[in-house]
C-alpha cells in the first residue's frame, strides 16, 4: 500500500476564504495524510481546522494566534493520537498500514531555541523505537548549508538543524 502524503506550511488559517481555498486544494489531491504548519489558529478556535473530508483531524494550538500544527489522516489508517505540546509546535500520530504501527509526526519548528526543541524532541521519540518514524512539517533550518538551494543568506549556527538529525 502506497500513502499519499502532504506538508505544508500554510502561514495562517483564520482567515474564511485562505481557509476554504487550502481545504479545496488539499481535497482536489485525494491525499492519506496532510500535515499542516503555522495555522496560527488558537486553541478555543480550533473547530475551524475541523473538515472531515480531509480526514480525522489531529490539532496541537496556542493560546495565541501562532504556530499550530495539524494532522488530516484518512479513516482506513486507523489514526490515534499519540503525544502532542500545548505550544503548537508538534504532535504524533499512529497510523496502521498492512498491519504495520507508523507514527507520524507533524512538527513546526521554533527559529529561535532550535537546540532545546530538537532535544526535547529527541528525548520524546525515543519511547517510540518500535515504531517506523515519518516526520513531517517545517523544521525551520538546514542540514547542510551545502545542500541548501537559496543560498540567500549566510545560515547562522541557530538555522542548522542539529547534526543526529538524519541519523
Given at each position: 500500500?502506497?500513502?499519499?502524503?502532504?506538508?505544508?506550511?500554510?502561514?495562517?488559517?483564520?482567515?474564511?476564504?485562505?481557509?476554504?481555498?487550502?481545504?479545496?486544494?488539499?481535497?482536489?489531491?485525494?491525499?492519506?495524510?496532510?500535515?499542516?504548519?503555522?495555522?496560527?489558529?488558537?486553541?478555543?478556535?480550533?473547530?475551524?481546522?475541523?473538515n472531515k473530508r480531509l480526514g480525522q483531524e489531529f490539532i496541537s494550538s496556542d493560546k495565541v494566534k501562532k504556530r499550530g500544527v495539524v494532522i488530516y489522516a484518512k479513516e482506513k489508517l486507523a489514526p490515534k493520537m499519540i503525544f502532542k505540546d500545548e505550544q503548537g509546535r508538534y504532535l504524533a500520530i499512529e497510523i496502521q498500514v498492512q498491519g504495520e504501527k507508523i507514527l507520524i509526526v507533524g512538527i513546526y519548528a521554533p527559529n529561535d531555541g532550535k537546540a532545546e526543541f530538537f532535544k526535547k524532541l529527541h528525548e520524546t521519540l525515543m519511547d517510540y523505537l518500535d515504531y517506523r518514524i515519518i516526520m513531517m512539517g517545517d523544521m525551520n533550518g538546514v542540514v547542510s548549508t551545502n545542500m541548501d538551494k537559496a543560498q540567500r543568506q549566510v545560515i547562522s549556527k541557530e538555522g542548522r538543524l542539529p547534526k543526529t538529525f538524519l541519523k
Open positions: 500500500m502506497s500513502l499519499q502524503l502532504l506538508s505544508w506550511n500554510c502561514n495562517g488559517l483564520n482567515l474564511p476564504r485562505k481557509r476554504r481555498q487550502v481545504f479545496h486544494i488539499l481535497k482536489r489531491e485525494q491525499l492519506d495524510l496532510i500535515c499542516l504548519q503555522e495555522t496560527h489558529v488558537t486553541r478555543t478556535h480550533r473547530k475551524l481546522l475541523v
